[in-house]
């Protein structure tokens, strides 16, 4: 049976063309155009990935009033915004909500896809409580389940958004070579990253490290290039 | 910074204004008081002086024709040499001092003394008159003083002193004054030989004293007047004994006229008829003289007043007046009305003027600064120049049938008249100078707090935008609860600013409201394009589809950068700082560079040492990713891009060069401003909006430094130059560390470079003006 994805988008040219393209894939799409909808919808049936926009029609807020009320019914469910607000406010504000990522637009629809499949899989992974692997890659003190999304450093496990585990997993491919911004923007599977974004996104996983080991220092900084994970 | 900062000269202050245009207001008033203090001080002169003019007119109608009043007195006096009795006020002590004869010094004549003052034997001689007795004092030039020999029936084997003159009955009487000692004088009648005492015991109505002197002999004395009888003639000598073994008379210096036809001086009194009529009409403060046609005085009553009564008062104003009196002398002057001031010198000559036009008929009046006529005898010599004052003189002749007899003089002295209009004008002084100085501080306090007023609003005004116009506040808190016009202009000043900061505010959001409207068509037209290809495999691999994704990604990207650059400032805000080695990074940078510009080369040089700087790491790359950029797009090809770091007392200094065109004039520091490209000959098909160095400025001034670009010393290109203050503090190697030792964290100018050696043709490296630090490239 195919998951079935639910949308929320006001847009109806966006609604639509995200409609198409995650059928496509495989999955069965609910789509919503305002949150009294989307909210009728979800107490017909629960869908097993949400996707927001966070402004609907006059409301601005509508997005995340929508992710608190769906994540009060089933906690575990994968919530991803996909909007326009890309104020760090709002992306931290919606990742406090309980939500497994933040996308901005415009989004390439492949990315897109590729998120939503990484993001079943690991509530799947997350349902059913597997929680070792074969793929396991450890490096030092750090391990790194691809397919589950688990790291941990030290024997402590870290939460890392489903962004930053990808661009962790890019730096770590091969310990002690640089790696470029270019390559971490792949990673992010975003279509428009700047330095900054990056420079952001490693600056909270450094945090997320140093939260569990003050003495963390393995992310250099390439000023003018990139990063290069260096073992402790 | 100051915006309203002009180069400007400056007028007078708005204080300084409205104090000088009170002082003119309050002035003008004083001043109209005064002139009309000088208008009434005019007309009460005039009055008085017609008042005198009346006074003499009347006194000398009661003359007119009383020629006999006038006739006691030889009319003529060809004949006779006159000696003047002048009236004296106080009572003579005999006691050989001529000290109580002050009012009357000047007023002698000399005999004998024509070919010096010290000839032998010549005397000067001083007549007075009061109380019916004539006195007379004499200094008496002699050398050897010859007393009297009392064993002598001789009289005139001494020095001595003859009296001529005619009695009451007629007869010729003859006097000797004899010196027996010191102090004693004897008088007897004589024979006509002036040998022997006619009656033998001495005539006791002589009273005298005479004072042996270094120069011979002080001799007062008196006798009554009516031994002289009505006609008054008079003659005196000293007879001058010098050799006491012989005791011949050697000289007599007498007063008879050189003629000697009748043998008598003529003593010349006043008329007491005269004066008893006079004396009658005198009145408080004015002195009446009548003069007779030979300019003689005949009768004197009266005196000048000149003492102003001193009441002491006791209430303020009194006080003040005290206080006041210094200024007495200014404000006679002031008040005086100078074109008939006259010198006390010249005043003689000016009496005299009036007494002739008197006496030629004309009555005349006169205003004069001066002790004139016969002096009051009231006043010692001492305190005669403070007592010299304006007198005014009415002279009225005095006629009879077609002659003139003489004339009547009134004087009256002006300061009686004018005394209470000088207090008057103290007063007014004394007010105005009061009610001024109230006004004056009042002024001051109201000047000074509304030019406060202003200056805090101008203050805050100036401190609501910053250096680069940006609004601080939207509203003002000085001033804005005032009512009157400085609270209108506070109030209209913060309504501009709140709508400026509106506007502002509109203009801050374009960026992000741009971005949030354009993203949501992008996204459509973006996910569109996806959704076509994976639709239509055919078209799928068209180029159409390619550029049209480029297009879409590069409308991202500006919408993305703008929205960047205008949320830069609040981003700066979350930042962390830490410190770190600024050389290590620029040169790892650098490095980096060589790697991801593959087409371009760089040159690196630095500091051997590390320098430590209180950054965000992140926002330093940053800023060398902007000027890199910048560098890259508009260097040379084949030509290397040079980056220096340098470091100073106190600040570090990155310096970015590129070879390529160089800037127009006057756009150095625009250039840093957002939307603001000057190199027009620069790539064109590369993004640019002029936001890479308003980025770099905005990072370089949050970090507490600054930027410039300029031209290359050669004009082959361009250089940046950053400065950054250094870490005051080297937390991980001092030893070795280039660090701030000075404590403020702004650089400072013309610091001497550390490390000069660094820069490659530095000149004197400073923050207020870097220097292009590579010339060749």
């Not at chain 1, 609910?30 to 909808?37: D, G």
């Not at chain 2, 015991?201 to 011979?216: L, M, R």
């Not at chain 2, 016969?374 to 006629?399: C, F, N, T, W, Y």
């Amino acid at each position: 049976m195919p998951k079935l994805i639910a949308i929320v988008e006001d847009d109806p040219d966006q609604r639509a063309n995200y409609a198409y393209a995650i059928t496509k894939k495989g999955y069965e799409v609910q789509a919503y155009a305002s949150r009294e909808e989307a909210l009728l919808g979800f107490d017909k049936q629960l869908p097993d990935l949400v996707i927001l926009d966070i402004i609907l029609g006059d409301e601005v807020d509508a997005g995340f009033q929508i992710c608190r009320d769906i994540l009060s019914r089933s906690p575990s469910l994968p919530v991803i915004f996909l909007t326009e607000r890309i104020n760090e406010i709002d992306k931290i504000s919606g990742l406090r909500l309980g939500a497994w990522d933040y996308l901005s637009k415009p989004i390439s629809l492949d990315y897109l896809a590729e998120k939503i499949s990484s993001l079943l899989r690991l509530g799947e992974v997350s349902s059913t409580q597997v929680s070792a692997s074969d793929n396991v890659k450890v490096i030092g003190h750090l391990s790194l389940d691809q397919d589950a999304l688990l790291l941990t450093w030290k024997n402590q496990r870290l939460d890392l958004s489903g962004t930053e585990f990808r661009m962790l997993a890019k730096l770590v491919k091969v310990p002690g070579h640089a790696v470029s911004y270019e390559s971490f923007m792949n990673a992010t599977m975003q279509s428009l990253v700047t330095n900054n974004t990056i420079n952001t996104h490693m600056r909270n996983i450094r945090k997320k490290f140093e939260a569990i080991d003050p003495e963390f220092d393995c992310i250099k900084s390439e000023y003018g290039f990139g990063y290069r994970w260096i073992k402790q | 910074m100051n915006v309203f900062k002009h180069k400007r000269r400056r007028g007078p202050k708005l204080g300084t204004k409205l104090m000088l245009l009170g002082l003119l207001v309050l002035l003008i008033p004083t001043w109209i008081n005064y002139r009309q203090l000088i208008e009434m001080e005019r007309i009460l002169i005039q009055a008085q002086s017609q008042t005198q003019l009346k006074t003499a007119q009347g006194i000398s109608t009661l003359f007119n024709g009383r020629e006999d009043l006038f006739q006691n007195l030889p009319i003529s006096l060809d004949d006779y040499e006159a000696l003047f009795a002048n009236p004296m006020q106080d009572p003579i002590r005999f006691d050989g001092k001529d000290s109580d004869w002050e009012e009357l010094s000047g007023k002698f004549r000399t005999f004998g003394l024509d070919a010096g003052s010290d000839v032998d034997a010549g005397f000067r001689l001083t007549l007075g008159e009061r109380a019916g007795q004539l006195n007379v004092l004499m200094k008496v030039n002699d050398q050897d003083l010859v007393l009297r020999d009392q064993g002598m029936l001789r009289l005139d084997n001494a020095d001595h002193v003859r009296l001529n003159f005619i009695k009451a009955n007629g007869e010729d009487a003859r006097v000797v004054l004899t010196f027996p000692d010191n102090g004693i004088i004897t008088a007897y009648n004589m024979d006509k030989e002036w040998k022997f005492s006619e009656t033998g015991p001495p005539e006791k109505k002589f009273h005298g004293y005479v004072q042996q002197t270094d120069t011979g002999y002080l001799l007062e004395f008196r006798m009554p007047l009516d031994l002289l009888g009505s006609r008054r003639y008079f003659g005196l000598s000293f007879v001058d004994v010098d050799d006491i073994k012989t005791r011949k008379v050697r000289a007599i210096t007498q007063t008879l006229p050189k003629s000697n036809k009748v043998g008598f001086n003529l003593v010349v009194l006043r008329s007491p008829e005269l004066l008893n009529i006079v004396e009658g009409l005198g009145y408080a403060g004015a002195r009446i003289v009548v003069i007779d046609s030979e300019k003689r005085v005949r009768a004197q009553t009266g005196g000048l007043s000149t003492l102003r009564s001193t009441t002491p008062d006791t209430n303020w104003i009194a006080r003040v007046r005290g206080w006041l009196e210094v200024f007495h002398p200014y404000i006679k002057k002031m008040v005086g009305t100078g074109d008939i001031t006259i010198p006390a010198e010249n005043a003689e000559s000016i009496t005299n003027q009036l007494i002739e036009s008197s006496l030629a008929g004309d009555p005349a009046v006169l205003i004069s600064r001066a002790m004139v006529l016969l002096d009051a005898g009231s006043i010692s010599k001492a305190d005669r120049p403070k007592l010299a004052q304006e007198i005014i003189m009415a002279a009225h002749p005095i006629v009879s049938e077609n002659k003139i007899l003489g004339t009547v003089i009134v004087e009256q002295n002006i300061d009686e008249i004018v005394s209470f209009q000088r207090n008057a004008l103290e007063q007014i002084v004394v007010f105005s100078t009061t009610g001024l100085l109230i006004a004056f501080v009042a002024l001051l306090l109201f000047a000074g707090r509304l030019a406060w007023r202003i200056r805090n609003l101008r203050k805050e005004t100036s401190r609501a935008i910053d250096e680069r116009g940006r609004l601080i506040t939207d509203t003002l808190k000085s001033e804005i609860n005032a009512g009157d016009e400085i609270g209108d202009l506070a109030r209209s000043v913060s309504g501009l600013l709140s709508k400026l900061h509106q506007h502002n505010n509109f203009l801050e959001n374009m960026p992000r409201t741009l971005r949030h409207e354009i993203n949501n068509p992008l996204n459509t037209l973006s996910t569109s394009l996806q959704n076509l290809a994976e639709e239509t495999p055919s078209i799928r691999e068209s180029k159409y589809i390619e550029s049209a994704k480029r297009g879409v990604l590069r409308i991202g990207a500006i919408v993305q950068n703008l929205a960047d650059a205008a949320n830069l400032e609040e981003a700066l805000e979350s930042e962390e700082f830490e410190i770190i080695d600024v050389q290590k990074l620029v040169e790892n940078y650098v490095a980096n560079c060589n790697i991801s510009h593959k087409n371009t080369s760089f040159e690196y040089s630095g500091t051997s040492s590390p320098i430590y700087a209180q950054v965000s790491d992140y926002r330093i790359e940053q800023l060398l990713d902007k000027l890199i950029d910048n560098a890259v797009d508009f260097h040379v090809s084949d030509s290397s891009i040079k980056v220096q770091v340098s470091a100073y007392r106190g600040y570090m200094q990155i310096t970015v060069a590129n070879r390529g065109p160089v800037l127009p004039n006057s756009s150095e520091q625009s250039l840093f401003d957002s939307m603001v490209s000057h190199r027009r000959d620069g790539p064109q098909n590369k993004l640019h909006f002029g936001l890479g160095l308003y980025v770099v400025r905005t990072i370089a001034q949050y970090h507490g430094g600054n930027v410039r670009a300029m031209n290359l010393v050669d004009g082959s290109g361009v250089a940046v130059v950053v400065q950054i203050p250094l870490a005051t503090t080297a937390s991980r190697d001092p030893s070795s560390a280039i660090t701030a030792h000075a404590t403020d964290r702004t650089p400072v100018a013309s610091k001497t470079p550390v490390a000069s050696k660094m820069s490659v043709a530095s000149k004197t490296p400073a923050v207020g003006k870097p220097q292009a630090s590579i010339q060749t490239l």
